[in-house]
């Protein structure tokens, strides 16, 4: 796709038109095109974004890793890996990792934003967040229904970090951004290129993120560093991929769903994240060497953002997956 294109479809879509600042950039077989709009003067390619959501995809590329390299299945049970909760575990002991990253836990979905919050910054703070999960049980058995919920990660987040020995945020850097050469991508706000956020005309002031919360979201990157983990995915870790895009679903649940990834219907793996002035969406496609991004600093964007990516795979699969990447439950 040549960049003239990108940028034309961009310009077509009337929801980003007034948006202080969006990008959007893919990535076919390594080549690059990247786009940008907006009212604010100063938005550039390398610009950075909170990501939201999509930060479940470091948390699961990570965890994933570091178990294949433990030599530790994915359909090990959770609670065999966190033995510090193992007295306060009321959730089903038959639960696996594969099922927290893939969304089909059956746990009660009853820990919010406030109550993790409060558990502070400290570095046990993402184990105690997994204690208050896994306290309150399961509502239907483990693999029976797909429902979206960060108490899943909140869970992979704590076994990652137990599993490596050390907190949550080293294990995602030695694990992830550290071997794709991610040097915008982390938790603390970039000095020089975050784009704040918007909430219609009214810009939003820095909000911190609960370090308790990370490992559902919450990172800052930008759209040349989400290309080159698509690329990362697409080349260097096929079997990371090929993990990842398998389906953990069953078919009458709402959504087919692989690893922090749902699937489309061309092989399509997609996701979206907000949080309040941000609006971010991927789309990876492995059989056609090929990913896209569009990051946004505004939540409302995401029917334009998501019209935008299915335009742009388009061409490849045919697909309209427009409706599917707005529905998407994060």
Avoid at 17 to 36: D, E, F, K, L, M
Avoid at 133 to 142: I, Q, T, Y
Avoid at 254 to 272: D, E, F, K, R, V
Wanted: net charge negative; aromatic share 6%.
């Amino acid at each position: 796709m040549a960049a003239v294109d990108l940028q034309e479809l961009m310009n077509e879509q009337a929801g980003l038109s007034a948006v202080p600042a969006v990008v959007a950039g893919a990535s076919r077989a390594g080549i690059r095109t990247t786009a940008t709009r907006g009212t604010a003067g100063d938005v550039a390619p390398e610009s950075c974004f909170r990501i939201a959501s999509l930060t479940k995809v470091f948390t699961s590329a990570a965890l994933v890793r570091t178990l294949r390299d433990k030599g530790v299945p994915l359909d090990t049970p959770a609670v065999d890996l966190l033995p510090a909760l193992a007295p306060d575990w009321r959730a089903d002991t038959r639960l696996t990792v594969a099922q927290l990253l893939g969304q089909v836990s059956g746990l009660r979905e009853s820990v919010d934003a406030a109550t993790v919050k409060a558990l502070g910054e400290g570095d046990d703070a993402h184990l105690e967040a997994a204690r208050l999960v896994v306290r309150v049980g399961n509502e239907r058995a483990p693999g029976t229904r797909w429902s979206y919920y960060n108490g899943n990660y909140f869970l992979a987040g704590a076994i990652l970090a137990t599993l490596s020995g050390t907190t949550y945020e080293n294990a995602l850097r030695e694990s992830t951004l550290t071997p794709w050469h991610l040097s915008q991508t982390g938790f603390t706000t970039p000095p020089t290129t975050a784009v704040p956020g918007w909430d219609g005309t009214a810009e939003l002031p820095p909000l911190p993120y609960p370090r308790t919360r990370r490992p559902s979201g919450g990172l800052w990157s930008s759209v040349p560093e989400l290309l080159a983990v698509g690329e990362a995915l697409l080349t260097t870790d096929r079997p990371l991929l090929e993990e990842i895009r398998r389906p953990r679903t069953r078919p009458d649940d709402p959504m087919t769903y692989g690893l922090g990834w749902a699937l489309g219907p061309s092989g399509q793996l997609y996701l979206n994240g907000r949080l309040p002035g941000y609006r971010a969406a991927m789309v990876l496609i492995p059989d056609h060497d090929y990913v896209s991004v569009t990051l946004v600093d505004e939540q409302n964007t995401l029917p334009a953002a998501a019209s935008l990516l299915s335009a742009m795979q388009q061409p490849l699969t045919g697909d309209d997956i427009a409706g599917l990447i707005d529905d998407f439950a994060a």
